[in-house]
């Protein structure tokens, strides 16, 4: 079946210009999870979404950072104000919630790689 | 404290070499989960494996094995006969009560694999 999407692939844009990223989760996965990755280091976490609940916000960087999730399905990360700081690979994945959180295997897209000039 | 340490930066082998690739976790919770994700050039991160805390039978599925051992919190990841198509940056991972719904993420090991 179709994996995690995300689009675009690759943004370029300029300091203090507002980016949308999109994410658009396996089919049936109720959960979904943005992460970024800066060159050369691992993920960080910056919010989880899971169903009709309150969304974990607690690994977003700034106020700058914000994201929405339209029912179950497509998600979109804003980031305001860009600052080179901001370049990194956006990453989205998505579970099945089995285990409740922790556990649940993430599937991960092929990620936005955002380059703030 | 949640931490996941991936000690080595980059290995290279040569093909046909086995290669082990480390990955010491710390956390206070009884009940966690560990697993392995592949990033090949293409970005996308390919999950691997998924280990919890109670069962610390090793797995093998293929050419890969991992061997998980409580006592020195460690989940080490093996390729046996390694292949051109294993280089990639190959993250160990943490998820737990205590870090919430997050991944905790290594930093990522480095193969590359020569013919």
């Known amino acids: 079946g179709a994996g995690v999407s995300q689009s675009p692939s690759n943004k370029v844009t300029e300091k203090g210009k507002d980016v949308e990223l999109r994410c658009d989760p396996i089919s049936g996965h109720t959960a979904l999870y943005w992460y970024r990755q800066r060159l050369g280091q691992g993920l960080e976490f910056l919010i989880y979404?899971?169903?009709?609940?309150?969304?974990?916000k607690s690994g977003l960087p700034s106020d700058r950072f914000s994201a929405e999730r339209t029912g179950e399905s497509v998600s979109t990360l804003t980031i305001q104000r860009t600052q080179q700081e901001d370049s990194a690979v956006y990453l989205c994945?998505?579970?099945?919630?089995?285990?409740?959180?922790?556990?649940?295997?993430?599937?991960f897209g092929p990620g936005t790689r955002l380059t703030v000039l | 404290a949640q931490k996941v340490t991936q000690a080595q930066t980059e290995i290279s082998v040569v093909e046909k070499e086995d290669v082990t690739l480390d990955c010491v976790y710390e956390?206070?919770?009884?009940?966690?989960?560990l697993f392995w994700y592949k990033q090949p050039p293409s970005g996308e991160l390919v999950f691997l494996i998924r280990r919890n805390s109670f069962d610390e039978q090793n797995e093998i599925s293929g050419r890969y094995s991992w061997n998980f051992q409580k006592s020195t919190s460690s989940f080490n990841f093996t390729i046996t006969a390694s292949q051109v198509v294993d280089s990639a940056v190959y993250f160990c991972?943490?998820?737990?009560?205590?870090?919430?719904?997050?991944?905790?993420f290594g930093k990522g090991t480095t193969l590359s694999v020569s013919s």
């Open positions: 991972a943490l998820s737990s009560s205590q870090a919430g719904t997050a991944l905790i």
């Open positions: 979404f899971q169903g009709n609940s309150a969304p974990d």
């Open positions: 994945a998505s579970s099945l919630v089995v285990a409740g959180g922790p556990g649940d295997t993430q599937y």
């Open positions: 956390t206070r919770d009884t009940t966690y989960y």
